[in-house]
């Protein structure tokens, strides 16, 4: 079974400008969270789609965004872009929305903006 | 407010045993989770308690008090293969949200 993909792996942008990072969970999987890590913040929860709904939240401005598709895919996006927005940001996946669920984590997209 | 408490750094020696400590102050609490992450390398799990008590797996064992808010994970028979940083993850309930520390990097020397 193949595992949490993630596109683009790499990505260097500058402020101001928005980005859509995307992620396929593993196939079967209905939950995909999201998550930042940065070397100072370690790994921060972004939020998690379930059946196409975001039912949890972390503290992150309104900038960031996510959605869910009828086939379990998901996508992220970060708009008007700032320095430190540069992180790895990565994807998990589970089969429900139950959190004794192992999650199962995607490589990361690692963003860069100058 | 949620704080997990890890120490940032611990050196052991390859066939030795290492002890990693966490603690967590979390407004809700439905377990605890600890994954392994090698430098430029996504998290993979390790263990997951709910219960008091502890957890074993091969080299891998997890113990958990909820009453004192503690978890810690034994690695026994150390190989140089298990430097990587150790990620300690509460998950405060609803949902697959988890709350995580901000790792333990563990080296393996000779």
């Known amino acids: 079974k193949a595992g949490v993909t993630q596109t683009p792996r790499y990505l260097i942008k500058t402020r101001g400008q928005q980005v859509t990072l995307s992620c396929s969970p593993i196939s079967g999987h209905r939950s995909v969270s999201w998550y930042q890590q940065t070397p100072g913040q370690g790994l921060q929860f972004l939020f998690e789609?379930?059946?196409?709904?975001?039912?949890n939240k972390g503290n992150f401005p309104g900038r960031f965004s996510g959605r869910q598709f009828s086939n379990s895919r998901s996508e992220m996006n970060v708009s008007t872009l700032e320095l430190g927005d540069s992180a790895l940001y990565l994807c998990?996946?589970?089969?429900?929305?139950?959190?004794?669920?192992?999650?199962?984590f995607g490589p990361g997209t690692r963003l860069l903006v100058l | 407010g949620q704080n997990i408490d890890q120490p940032t750094e611990m050196t052991a020696t390859e066939g030795a045993i290492v002890q990693i400590n966490c603690t967590y102050q979390t407004s809700g609490f439905n377990g605890l989770f600890w994954y392994q992450q090698h430098a430029g390398e996504a998290p993979t799990f390790l263990s997951y308690?709910?219960?008091?008590g502890l957890e074993e797996k091969g080299r891998f064992s997890s113990f958990l008090s909820r009453s004192k808010g503690y978890s810690y994970l034994l690695l026994k028979e150390l190989q140089m293969k298990d430097s990587a940083s150790y990620l300690c993850a509460v998950a405060p309930g609803g949902g697959n949200k988890l709350t995580f520390g901000t790792g333990t990097q563990l080296k393996v020397e000779l």
């Open positions: 998990a996946s589970s089969w429900t929305a139950a959190n004794q669920e192992t999650q199962y």
């Open positions: 789609y379930f059946s196409e709904t975001q039912r």
């Open positions: 308690n709910v219960l008091d």
